[in-house]
T-cell receptor, first 113, second 112 residues
Framework: DSGVTQTPKHLITATGQRVTLRCSPRSGDLSVYWYQQSLDQGLQFLIQYYNGEERAKGNILERFSAQQFPDLHSELNLSSLELGDSALYFC????????????FGPGTRLTVL | AQSVTQLGSHVSVSEGALVLLRCNYS??????LFWYVQYPNQGLQLLLK??????LVKGINGFEAEFKKSETSFHLTKPSAHMSDAAEYFC??????????FGTGTRLQVFP
C-alpha cells in the first residue's frame, strides 16, 4: 500500500459524458501527478500540481483539466469523453518538488462505451 | 529531451534463472532513473532508484540495477527468478521538470 488513494476504482460511462477522478496523496506529500496508461500510448504524464499550483503539463487534452485543493487532494476532470479516453488513470505523489520518487495509487480504470 | 528505451517487450525465464531487463536512457541533465513494477490490476511500485550516488543500486525483492554512464544504461537484474516476479517492469527517467518519462515496459514471464 503506497498510501495514495484513488476513487473510484472502476468507471464505465458513455461517449460525450464528463467524469471526475479523485486522488488523495500520501500524508504530507505536496506534489500530485496524473498519468494515463493505455495500450497504444503506454504510460504518459498528464499534469502535475504542487501545493495547489499547476507545476507542469504534459500530453493533456484540452477536454481534460485538474486541480489540487487546499487539503492537497486532487481531481482530474475528463469531459466530452471519447472511446479513445478509455485507459487506466494513475495518480502519484511525492514529498515536494524536485526529482524524487513518486508513489503511485492503484489507479482508476475508465471505460468509455 | 529525456527518453527511455526498454529492449524487449517480453522476457521469459525459468524459475531460478537470472533475470536481465534492459533499459537505455537519453538525458540532457544528470539523470535520475527508476525501475517500477506493475502486478496485474495494480498500480506501480517502486523497485529502486538511482540519484547520482552509488552506481550499483539495490532494491526490493532482490533486484538491483547498475548505472553505466558510458553506455547510458540502467539494466535491472535479479540472480534467481521467482514465480512471484512475473509482472510488467517499467524503467523511467525524471526530467528537470520532475515528471517521469516511462519506457514501454517489459513483461516478465517466469516458468516453473
Amino acid at each position: 500500500d503506497s498510501g495514495v488513494t484513488q476513487t473510484p476504482k472502476h468507471l464505465i460511462t458513455a461517449t460525450g459524458q464528463r467524469v471526475t477522478l479523485r486522488c488523495s496523496p500520501r500524508s504530507g506529500d505536496l506534489s500530485v501527478y496524473w498519468y494515463q496508461q493505455s495500450l497504444d500510448q503506454g504510460l504518459q504524464f498528464l499534469i502535475q500540481y504542487y501545493n495547489g499550483e499547476e507545476r507542469a503539463k504534459g500530453n493533456i487534452l484540452e477536454r481534460f483539466s485538474a486541480q489540487q485543493f487546499p487539503d492537497l487532494h486532487s481531481e482530474l476532470n475528463l469531459s466530452s469523453l471519447e472511446l479513445g479516453d478509455s485507459a487506466l488513470y494513475f495518480c502519484a505523489s511525492s514529498p515536494r518538488g524536485g526529482r524524487y520518487e513518486q508513489f503511485f495509487g492503484p489507479g482508476t480504470r475508465l471505460t468509455v462505451l | 529531451a529525456q527518453s527511455v528505451t526498454q529492449l524487449g517487450s517480453h522476457v521469459s525465464v525459468s524459475e531460478g534463472a537470472l533475470v536481465l531487463l534492459r533499459c537505455n536512457y537519453s538525458s540532457s541533465v544528470p539523470p535520475y532513473l527508476f525501475w517500477y513494477v506493475q502486478y496485474p490490476n495494480q498500480g506501480l511500485q517502486l523497485l529502486l532508484k538511482y540519484t547520482s550516488a552509488a552506481t550499483l543500486v539495490k532494491g526490493i525483492n532482490g533486484f538491483e540495477a547498475e548505472f553505466k554512464k558510458s553506455e547510458t544504461s540502467f539494466h535491472l537484474t535479479k540472480p534467481s527468478a521467482h514465480m512471484s516476479d512475473a509482472a510488467e517492469y517499467f524503467c523511467a527517467v525524471s526530467d528537470n521538470t520532475d515528471k517521469l518519462i516511462f519506457g514501454t515496459g517489459t513483461r516478465l514471464q517466469v516458468f516453473p
